[in-house]
């Protein structure tokens, strides 16, 4: 009989589930739902996105086990009754700005490097309660339990939760979580696997002897798993509200969860990556991220010193101008990305000296918020729409090869590139990104990387052993490394 692995991504914009063969990692089904947009979403829009998706995937009656790769950073805040006591703040939610100055302020740079091995910025959790202190006190004051979106999602799917609509309750003690999302925190240290509960403390502006009840997930190691408790009686997991938005039933003690992961470290894994494998990501925010034997303690806070999903550790460059350039460019052009494309490559390398400085957000590596971007080298021979296209994906590049730069600064080993996101898939970018980057590039088939990263660390759950199922390669750009280009964009 076939077994069956299941991996689901809960992600900014939607919940993915993928079900998989254990022993090839074949894709048997997968199914998808939306999630709200905005900065702080109530979690039971992602609980009910995720029944919908499991619906839409078959659902997990003849699934063994089932891991969840999440969105890191949001804060999810519970009381004593598991409710959530407000709508969870997303990383994306920038509210939090001056209570991350405040913290820095207040511990130091170089000392929260050293006790969590990342300086944090707006979008971390524990900024995040520092804003909840200060705006919302009465709410800061309920707080029973602290977790992030994977956590709350695991605890719910073992039957976990508000005490009025679960059929466990709100054991609070239950919930879980692994040591990359854990690390996303700025109150948990990649290097001893534990929290630290005075740098907690001093978020929610209580003394540590007031906050000695307060309960944080569990962290699993890798291979380690929970189950619905075996004395429970099977369930079947319903939305809230009586509205038709899917659901399944999973029988008890013998359904495996496994620990989960926070999105990067998830498709890190789903990728295969090994220690020397750098992935980029473009999306509509970039990142730059590594597999490491050994942490890293920036406290520049140019990298954040995450750990990985499989006992190493994950040091990540964030991006904010990514996909969005392309998009910029394409519309003042007036053309779609394939034309887009097909204008850079007749360009040549360097763009006849034409820069683009892809800064249209401000930037966060560099830390530049305030940045405009800017056009430079304009002449009457270099400003051709062939030249503005390739200076829009050679400076969106660039960004991300400093952010590169910023990887091997901290001592982090690189061997090759892994180029994924949407705009990977551009023939006129992969071939771009093999003259930006000094390092081979591959771009492998587009997939659902961070669903088939939690399904793997389900079957290693299930089994003891990481799974080794294949990763195809849609391309392999030639490796021709033009240092003119980042010589330019360095030079403005």
Not at 71 to 87: A, E, F, K, N, Y
Not at 174 to 184: H, N, P, Q, Y
Request: proline content about 6%.
């Amino acid at each position: 009989m076939t077994t069956l692995v299941a991996g689901i991504d809960s992600s900014t914009q939607s919940c993915k589930v993928v079900i998989r063969e254990l022993t090839t990692g074949a894709i048997v089904r997968a199914g998808r739902a939306a999630h709200p947009d905005g900065t702080e979403v109530d979690p039971d829009a992602w609980w009910r996105a995720m029944l919908t998706a499991i619906e839409k995937a078959g659902g997990l009656d003849d699934v063994a086990a089932a891991s969840i790769g999440g969105q890191q950073h949001g804060m999810v805040v519970l009381d004593t009754s598991g409710h959530v006591i407000r709508p969870a703040l997303l990383w994306n939610d920038t509210r939090s700005a001056q209570a991350s100055a405040d913290l820095v302020d207040e511990i130091g740079a170089a000392e929260f490097a050293r006790r969590t091995g990342s300086v944090p910025v707006a979008s971390f959790t524990v900024t995040k309660l520092r804003w909840l202190a200060d705006h919302e006190p009465d709410n800061a004051a309920r707080v029973r339990a602290v977790a992030l979106p994977h956590d709350w999602l695991t605890w719910r799917l073992r039957g976990f939760g508000p005490g009025d609509r679960s059929p466990l309750g709100p054991v609070l003690g239950e919930l879980t979580t692994d040591r990359s999302d854990a690390s996303g925190t700025s109150y948990f240290d990649p290097v001893t696997n534990l929290y630290d509960r005075d740098l907690l403390a001093l978020a929610l502006r209580r003394a540590p002897n007031e906050i000695e009840g307060l309960i944080l997930p569990t962290v699993l190691d890798p291979a380690q798993s929970v189950t619905i408790p075996a004395d429970s009686p099977s369930y079947s997991f319903t939305p809230e509200g009586g509205e038709d938005h899917g659901g399944g039933s999973v029988s008890t003690g013998e359904f495996v969860v496994g620990a989960g992961a926070g999105d990067n470290a998830a498709a890190a894994l789903g990728l295969g990556a090994r220690t020397g494998d750098v992935i980029v990501s473009i999306g509509t925010s970039g990142t730059v991220f590594a597999v490491s034997e050994t942490p890293v303690r920036d406290e520049s806070g140019a990298v954040a010193g995450f750990a990985d999903a499989a006992d190493g550790f994950l040091p990540l460059v964030a991006t904010l101008n990514a996909a969005r350039v392309l998009d910029s460019a394409s519309q003042l052009l007036g053309v779609d990305y394939e034309a887009l494309g097909t204008m850079a490559l007749a360009a040549e390398p360097g763009a006849g000296g034409l820069v683009l400085t892809p800064y249209f957000e401000g930037e966060r590596t560099p830390n530049l918020p305030d940045a405009t971007a800017r056009l430079t080298g304009m002449t009457l021979s270099s400003t051709t729409r062939e030249n503005f296209a390739r200076a829009a994906i050679e400076g969106m590049l660039c960004g991300l090869a400093d952010g590169l730069d910023a990887l091997r600064r901290c001592g982090v080993a690189t061997r090759r590139i892994l180029l994924i996101g949407g705009a990977a898939q551009s023939t006129a970018v992969a071939t771009i990104a093999g003259q930006v980057f000094d390092l081979p590039v591959v771009v492998p088939t587009p997939g659902e990387y961070v669903a088939g990263g939690a399904a793997a660390q389900a079957a290693w759950a299930l089994t003891g052993e990481r799974p080794t199922w294949e990763v195809t390669i849609a391309s392999r750009p030639a490796s021709d490394h033009r240092p003119v280009i980042r010589a330019q964009y360095a030079s403005r």
